[in-house]
C-alpha cells in the first residue's frame, strides 16, 4: 500500500465535456425530431389535400344539366392521382340541392360544421371504423329544371400520409444522428487536443524527480498560466520551506552537540574531583550548562512552532498592548523575569497578525534584553508617525557593538560570554518581523540604555474599528 493518502478520484473534465455534449445533442435531436415530426404531418397533409381538392374540382366541374336531368360524368383522371397511394381507399358523395344523394356513397359523413361556408372545406372524420380526410366542395346550377347547390365530397383514407410524414421524420432523426455523431467526434477531437496542455503540466509533474522543488516551465494557453503559476508558487515555497528546515536541523544538531559534550565532561570531571570547592565549581558550571541547554532547547521548539506558524496560522486585527500584557505575564511565569515594566499607551494599538507568534516575539525580547542588558526592562508599545506601530524591549545596558549588530536575527550568534545563551532569540524575533512585514529595529536611547523591538504596520482602520466593535 502506498504511504501517502491518495484523493477521491472525481470525473475528468474530458467525461463531463463528453456527457455535457451527448446531453445537448440527445436534446437537440428530440427536438428535431418533434419539429420533424410537425412538419412532416403538415407536408403530408398539405400534399394530399391538394390531390383531394384537384380530385374534387375535376367532378364538380363535369356535372351538368341536360334536358332537365342532372348529369354527372366522373373523370378517371379525379382518382388517378389520388390512386397512387396504393393502400388507400378513396370515397366520394355527390349531393343534390335537395339533399339527396345523386352519386356514390350515401354513408361517407358530411362535415360537423355545415354553414354558409360555400368555398372547399377540408375536415377529418371517421369512417367504416376508419380515419379519413375529406372535402366538401359546392358548384352552383342556375338551370331551369335545376337550381341550387350541387354538393360534392371526396375522401381518402390517411395511411399515405402517414407513411410519408413518418419517412419525412425518419429521414431528418438519420440526418440529425448522423451529424450529431460527426459533430461529437469532431468535439472530442478537438477536446482532446485542448486538453492536451494540462496532460502536459501533468507528464512534467509526474516525471520529476521528487526531491527537485524547482519551479518547472512549459507551454501552457493562457487559462492554464494560472495553475502553473500557484503550482510554481507553491513548489518554490516549499523549497524554501524544505531548505530552512534542513538547515535548521543540522544548525540545531550542531548547536545541541556542543553543551551536551561539554556537559559531560564537566559530569565526568565532577565525579573524578575530591576538592569539595573545585566540586562546587564544577557542579555551577554543570548547573549553567544545564540551564543554556535548556533554554536552546525551548527556544530551539519555539522557533520550529513559529516557523511552522508563518505557513499555517490565520492573520487577525490584534492590539500590540494586549500581546505586551501577554508576553509579560508569560516571562514572568517562567521565572527568572521580575521587575518588568510596562509603557502602553492609553489608545489601542492594531496591527495583523498571529497573536501567538507576537507573543513569543515579545517574550523573546524581554528574555534577551534580561540576558543581555542591564535592569530595569521596560516592555513598550508606541506608535511611529509613520503608519507603523513598534513594540520593543529596552535597557539600561551598552547595547550591542557593531559586529553583534550586522549578525542580528541570525540563528545561533550567540554571546560567547554567556554560556546560558541560546542565539534563537533574536532569530525568532527577526523570523517573525519578516512573516508579519516588519523588521527588527534596534536603537540607542536618548535618556541612556538600549532597545530592541519590532516595527510592524498598522492595521486597515476599518478592519480595526471593525475588530474593536467585536470585542466590546
Given at each position: 500500500?502506498?504511504?501517502?493518502?491518495?484523493?477521491?478520484?472525481?470525473?475528468?473534465?474530458?467525461?463531463?465535456?463528453?456527457?455535457?455534449?451527448?446531453?445537448?445533442?440527445?436534446?437537440?435531436?428530440?427536438?428535431?425530431?418533434?419539429?420533424?415530426?410537425?412538419?412532416?404531418?403538415?407536408?403530408?397533409?398539405?400534399?394530399?389535400?391538394?390531390?383531394?381538392?384537384?380530385?374534387?374540382?375535376?367532378?364538380?366541374?363535369?356535372?351538368?344539366?341536360?334536358?332537365?336531368?342532372?348529369?354527372?360524368?366522373?373523370?378517371?383522371?379525379?382518382?388517378?392521382?389520388?390512386?397512387?397511394?396504393?393502400?388507400?381507399?378513396?370515397?366520394?358523395?355527390?349531393?343534390?340541392?335537395?339533399?339527396?344523394?345523386?352519386?356514390?356513397?350515401?354513408?361517407?359523413?358530411?362535415?360537423?360544421?355545415?354553414?354558409?361556408?360555400?368555398?372547399?372545406?377540408?375536415?377529418?372524420?371517421?369512417?367504416?371504423?376508419?380515419?379519413?380526410?375529406?372535402?366538401?366542395?359546392?358548384?352552383?346550377?342556375?338551370?331551369?329544371?335545376?337550381?341550387?347547390?350541387?354538393?360534392?365530397?371526396?375522401?381518402?383514407?390517411?395511411?399515405?400520409?402517414?407513411?410519408?410524414?413518418?419517412?419525412?421524420?425518419?429521414?431528418?432523426?438519420?440526418?440529425?444522428?448522423?451529424?450529431?455523431?460527426?459533430?461529437?467526434?469532431?468535439?472530442l477531437l478537438a477536446m482532446h487536443l485542448a486538453l492536451s496542455p494540462l496532460r502536459r503540466v501533468e507528464n512534467a509533474l509526474l516525471a520529476r524527480d521528487p526531491k527537485d522543488l524547482t519551479p518547472f516551465s512549459t507551454t501552457t494557453p493562457r487559462e492554464v498560466e494560472a495553475l502553473v503559476a500557484a503550482i510554481n508558487r507553491f513548489m518554490a515555497r516549499l523549497d524554501r520551506r524544505v531548505g530552512a528546515m534542513q538547515d535548521f536541523v543540522a544548525d540545531a544538531a550542531h548547536q545541541m552537540r556542543t553543551p551536551i559534550t561539554a556537559l559531560r565532561a564537566q559530569t565526568e570531571l565532577a565525579l573524578e574531583e575530591d576538592d569539595p570547592q573545585k566540586l562546587r565549581t564544577l557542579?555551577?558550571?554543570?548547573?549553567?550548562?544545564?540551564?543554556?541547554?535548556?533554554?536552546?532547547?525551548?527556544?530551539?521548539?519555539?522557533?520550529?512552532?513559529?516557523?511552522?506558524?508563518?505557513?499555517?496560522?490565520?492573520?487577525?486585527?490584534?492590539?500590540?498592548?494586549?500581546?505586551?500584557?501577554?508576553?509579560?505575564?508569560?516571562?514572568?511565569?517562567?521565572?527568572?523575569?521580575?521587575?518588568?515594566?510596562?509603557?502602553?499607551?492609553?489608545?489601542?494599538?492594531?496591527?495583523?497578525?498571529?497573536?501567538?507568534?507576537?507573543?513569543?516575539?515579545?517574550?523573546?525580547?524581554?528574555?534577551?534584553?534580561?540576558?543581555?542588558?542591564?535592569?530595569?526592562?521596560?516592555?513598550?508599545?508606541?506608535?511611529?508617525?509613520?503608519?507603523?506601530?513598534?513594540?520593543?524591549?529596552?535597557?539600561?545596558?551598552?547595547?550591542?557593538?557593531?559586529?553583534?549588530?550586522?549578525?542580528?536575527?541570525?540563528?545561533?550568534?550567540?554571546?560567547?560570554?554567556?554560556?546560558?545563551?541560546?542565539?534563537?532569540?533574536?532569530?525568532?524575533?527577526?523570523?517573525?518581523?519578516?512573516?508579519?512585514?516588519?523588521?527588527?529595529?534596534?536603537?540607542?536611547?536618548?535618556?541612556?540604555?538600549?532597545?530592541?523591538?519590532?516595527?510592524?504596520?498598522?492595521?486597515?482602520?476599518?478592519?480595526?474599528?471593525?475588530?474593536?466593535?467585536?470585542?466590546?
Amino acid at each position: 500500500m502506498s504511504a501517502y493518502p491518495t484523493a477521491s478520484r472525481s470525473r475528468s473534465i474530458a467525461w463531463r465535456l463528453t456527457l455535457l455534449l451527448t446531453l445537448l445533442l440527445t436534446i437537440a435531436a428530440a427536438g428535431t425530431a418533434v419539429a420533424a415530426l410537425s412538419y412532416g404531418q403538415t407536408a403530408a397533409t398539405r400534399a394530399f389535400d391538394r390531390l383531394l381538392t384537384g380530385a374534387a374540382l375535376q367532378i364538380a366541374e363535369r356535372i351538368g344539366v341536360v334536358e332537365g336531368e342532372t348529369v354527372i360524368d366522373i373523370p378517371l383522371s379525379a382518382f388517378g392521382l389520388l390512386s397512387l397511394a396504393s393502400e388507400d381507399r378513396i370515397f366520394y358523395r355527390i349531393i343534390g340541392p335537395d339533399g339527396q344523394t345523386l352519386t356514390g356513397d350515401e354513408t361517407v359523413p358530411l362535415p360537423d360544421a355545415t354553414g354558409q361556408h360555400s368555398g372547399p372545406l377540408l375536415y377529418d372524420a371517421e369512417f367504416s371504423g376508419e380515419a379519413i380526410r375529406a372535402i366538401r366542395m359546392q358548384r352552383f346550377l342556375a338551370e331551369r329544371a335545376v337550381r341550387g347547390p350541387i354538393t360534392v365530397i371526396v375522401a381518402q383514407t390517411l395511411r399515405a400520409r402517414s407513411e410519408l410524414a413518418n419517412e419525412i421524420v425518419a429521414r431528418a432523426v438519420i440526418g440529425v444522428i448522423i451529424a450529431g455523431g460527426v459533430t461529437l467526434a469532431l468535439a472530442l477531437l478537438a477536446m482532446h487536443l485542448a486538453l492536451s496542455p494540462l496532460r502536459r503540466v501533468e507528464n512534467a509533474l509526474l516525471a520529476r524527480d521528487p526531491k527537485d522543488l524547482t519551479p518547472f516551465s512549459t507551454t501552457t494557453p493562457r487559462e492554464v498560466e494560472a495553475l502553473v503559476a500557484a503550482i510554481n508558487r507553491f513548489m518554490a515555497r516549499l523549497d524554501r520551506r524544505v531548505g530552512a528546515m534542513q538547515d535548521f536541523v543540522a544548525d540545531a544538531a550542531h548547536q545541541m552537540r556542543t553543551p551536551i559534550t561539554a556537559l559531560r565532561a564537566q559530569t565526568e570531571l565532577a565525579l573524578e574531583e575530591d576538592d569539595p570547592q573545585k566540586l562546587r565549581t564544577l557542579l555551577r558550571r554543570i548547573r549553567d550548562r544545564s540551564v543554556g541547554v535548556s533554554r536552546l532547547t525551548d527556544q530551539l521548539l519555539s522557533h520550529a512552532l513559529v516557523t511552522h506558524r508563518a505557513d499555517s496560522a490565520t492573520l487577525e486585527c490584534i492590539d500590540l498592548r494586549r500581546v505586551a500584557v501577554e508576553a509579560e505575564r508569560e516571562a514572568r511565569r517562567t521565572g527568572g523575569a521580575e521587575g518588568i515594566e510596562l509603557d502602553l499607551p492609553a489608545d489601542p494599538v492594531m496591527v495583523t497578525g498571529d497573536a501567538f507568534s507576537l507573543r513569543e516575539a515579545a517574550r523573546n525580547l524581554i528574555t534577551n534584553a534580561l540576558a543581555h542588558g542591564r535592569p530595569p526592562v521596560c516592555l513598550t508599545v508606541s506608535l511611529t508617525g509613520n503608519g507603523t506601530a513598534l513594540i520593543a524591549a529596552h535597557d539600561q545596558g551598552p547595547g550591542m557593538s557593531t559586529g553583534q549588530l550586522e549578525h542580528i536575527g541570525q540563528r545561533f550568534a550567540r554571546d560567547v560570554s554567556n554560556p546560558q545563551s541560546a542565539g534563537l532569540g533574536l532569530a525568532i524575533v527577526a523570523e517573525v518581523a519578516e512573516f508579519h512585514q516588519g523588521s527588527i529595529r534596534t536603537a540607542q536611547r536618548p535618556e541612556g540604555g538600549f532597545e530592541v523591538g519590532i516595527e510592524l504596520p498598522l492595521a486597515d482602520l476599518s478592519t480595526a474599528i471593525a475588530a474593536g466593535e467585536t470585542a466590546e
